[in-house]
């Protein structure tokens, strides 16, 4: 993990081996239920793969799978799965 990443851990972050985490990059494992007038919190995990590499500044929202070998851009904002060795 690089210098001053963050991971908002209400629900399990499983990292593998051999991932970078990059430098401000924020895995947050909470959200709130925007369908509801209390706007409930809302939590899923978050698993990033072996030989994964989370770019700077990347966001990774909760219930979110990044496959093995995948690479998570500098900045990119991902809500869905990211497939393996893939580029997002």
Request: glycine share 6%; aromatic share 6%; net charge negative.
């Amino acid at each position: 993990m690089a210098p001053d990443a963050d991971c908002y851990s209400v629900a399990c972050i499983e990292i593998g081996s051999r991932v970078t985490v990059s430098q401000r990059a924020f895995l947050c494992c909470a959200s709130h239920d925007i369908t509801s007038p209390m706007m409930e919190l809302t939590f899923q995990p978050i698993t990033i793969s072996s030989q994964s590499w989370i770019a700077a500044q990347a966001f990774i929202g909760s219930g979110v799978t990044v496959g093995e070998g995948a690479v998570v851009g500098a900045c990119a904002v991902v809500t869905k799965d990211v497939e393996p060795w893939t580029v997002v």
